[in-house]
């Protein structure tokens, strides 16, 4: 069974419209749940998530944790076409070593 | 600043053959990890190491071996190669940080093909 389950995974989007991303993931010694996007390359980091109810926001995109309900979103307001990526969500548990358990991402294509 | 590099970007290999996965990272990271990606699999962790001289494994260890002599340096072994091993592995590290709040870097891949 998935510990990181995301969805949908995959999603078509016009230019300008606002996408919403989804993100559950088990309880088990949570630490903090990250996003990354990944273009055609390395995935790179967007955001650190590790308190419930505090938005975090870097231009067009924002995230949120729900630590009761145990799930994340990744807002994206104006989609441009450069927003095309695979967005990957990851869950940091466990006491001692750092281990990322990702999710299978979400494909997300956005069209002119 | 290189950041992660990953050597080679691409590599083919027959069913059996033996190679190494270069990784080297120049920012001082302590903590050093090898996943591979596979279609609707996500990333999946190989090893990782905390600091040199220290290795375990992840979630799919089998078929692979690492070392991590120096700080920088994280090669990654393949010592039979399978065509179940055809992926697309990511090399990633993050800064020491008992906090946890460093997130990890990754590399640009290397895509393996073996037939």
């Known amino acids: 069974e998935d510990k990181v389950v995301q969805s949908p995974l995959s999603l078509v989007v016009h230019e300008g419209d606002t996408v919403t991303l989804n993100c559950s993931y088990e309880v088990t010694n949570f630490r903090s749940l990250l996003w990354y996007k990944q273009e055609k390359k390395a995935p790179t980091f967007l955001f650190m998530l590790?308190?419930?109810?505090i938005e975090k926001k870097s231009g067009r995109l924002s995230s949120i944790l729900d630590k009761k309900e145990l799930f994340s979103i990744l807002n994206i307001t104006a989609t441009q076409t450069g927003d095309s990526a695979i967005y990957l969500c990851?869950?940091?548990?466990?006491?001692?070593?750092?281990?990322?358990?990702f999710g299978k991402g979400t494909k997300l294509s956005v069209i002119p | 600043n290189a950041g992660v590099t990953q050597t080679p970007k691409f590599q083919v290999l027959k069913t059996g053959q033996s190679m190494t996965l270069q990784c080297a990272q120049d920012m001082n990271h302590e903590y050093m990890s090898w996943y591979r990606q596979d279609p609707g699999m996500g990333l999946r962790l190989i090893h990782y190491s905390v600091g040199a001289g220290i290795t375990d494994q992840g979630e799919v260890p089998n078929g692979y071996n690492v070392s991590r002599s120096t700080t920088e340096d994280f090669p990654l072994r393949l010592l039979s190669a399978a065509p179940s091993q055809t992926s697309v592995y990511f090399c990633a590290s993050r800064a020491r940080d008992s906090s946890y709040n460093s997130p990890l870097h990754f590399g640009n891949g290397t895509r393996l093909t073996v037939t």
């Open positions: 590790t308190s419930s109810g």
């Open positions: 990851a869950q940091h548990s466990g006491a001692g070593s750092y281990q990322l358990t």
